[in-house]
């Protein structure tokens, strides 16, 4: 049974309903002065069926059947036990369904809409790691590179940066949007070596 079913059950379990009031409306029956009353479930002389209104449940001392409200206009009519809730929900006007559907949609968008954020949040995250790792080993590389005008241009620029990462760690801050790139920003970086290099001659 779903959360649902396990909800509407509750209700009904915690309504005003009285299962005496049920009983005299899907079967009906008379009863003695102890509470009994003849079986509507199998064929008796002497009556052993009782209702317990306090919990709303019925017991047959004869056959053994019991259960609760629900089970028995389920019993009762010979519908399934969702459908014996719907019935008495019907004939005692609860509204319990109508309110069910509606939370039910409203907690699965909900859950929906949580789960979305949650993974943005954590692919966002993953992103932002990488480029981080990124700006790392191109910092690496820059140190590596000959001292120059552009290496300690970049040197400064992807300290920088990096120092903005440490400081802010995943969160989103100035300076560096969402959707940045440390390919993009180290390829543009890079490019100006390379440029350098052709203007100087060096490649061929
Ligand atoms: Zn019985």
Redesign the pocket.
């Known amino acids: 049974m779903n959360i649902y079913y396990s909800e509407i059950q509750e209700k009904i379990m915690s309504s005003e309903l009285d299962i005496l009031d049920v009983f005299n409306r899907f079967i009906g029956g008379t009863f003695d002065r102890k509470g009994f009353c003849k079986?509507p479930?199998?064929g008796?002389k002497t009556p052993?069926?009782k209702l317990f209104r306090n919990n709303k449940s019925f017991y047959?001392f004869?056959?053994g059947?019991g259960g609760n409200i629900i089970n028995l206009v389920s019993k009762a009519l010979n519908i399934s036990y969702f459908e014996a809730m719907k019935r008495l929900d019907e004939d005692y006007s609860l509204g319990l369904f109508e309110k069910s559907i509606k939370t039910d949609m409203r907690r699965s968008k909900e859950a929906v809409e949580t789960a979305r954020k949650q993974l943005k949040h954590e692919q966002l995250q993953i992103k932002r790691r990488n480029n981080y790792f990124k700006l790392i080993d191109y910092f690496k590389e820059l140190r590596e590179m000959p001292l120059n005008q552009a290496v300690s241009h970049d040197l400064t620029f992807v300290e920088r940066l990096l120092d903005k990462w440490l400081l802010y760690g995943n969160e989103p801050f100035d300076g560096i949007p969402e959707n940045f790139n440390a390919d993009a920003l180290i390829c543009a970086l890079k490019s100006k070596f390379i440029n350098e290099e052709v203007e100087n001659g060096e490649r061929n």
Do not use: A, I, L, Q
Request: hydrophobic letters at 20%; one cysteine or more; proline letters at 0%.
């Open positions: 079986c479930f199998h008796e052993s069926f047959c004869g056959c059947t």
